[in-house]
């Protein structure tokens, strides 16, 4: 079974930046497509990055194209999200998990993005 550990979250202005990190529990991690999610209050959690196993492709969802940069360290077993251009819209707790989700979700990190 996976376990997930976020962190890096916190309170930024617009237009701030956040690296966010997760350390994965996971037996061959390197053998697994992982995944950025957030969930926004009253919100259902949506998928924010994707990442290939080997880190070759990764792909975005609209709102954050561009601003966003999801990567990871196999050897480390770590899955890390760099976010730009914070929006207020952005606010959410992120969580990693794998792409497909599995039913282990970690604690989450909160990002909120406000003046």
């Known amino acids: 079974q996976a376990q997930f550990v976020e962190s890096g979250g916190g309170v930024v202005q617009p237009g701030g930046s956040l690296r966010l990190s997760c350390a994965v529990s996971r037996f061959a991690f390197g053998n697994y497509d992982m995944a950025w999610y957030r969930q926004a209050l009253g919100k259902e959690r949506e998928l924010v990055a994707r990442?290939?196993?080997?880190?070759?492709?990764?792909n975005y969802a609209d709102s954050v194209k561009g601003r966003f940069t999801i990567s990871r360290d196999n050897h480390n077993s770590a899955l890390y999200l760099q976010m730009n251009n914070l929006k207020p819209d952005d606010t959410a707790v992120y969580y990693c998990?794998?792409?497909?989700?599995?039913?282990?979700w970690g604690q989450g990190t909160q990002v909120a993005v406000s003046l």
């Open positions: 998990n794998e792409d497909p989700a599995t039913p282990y």
């Open positions: 990442i290939s196993n080997f880190g070759i492709s990764a």
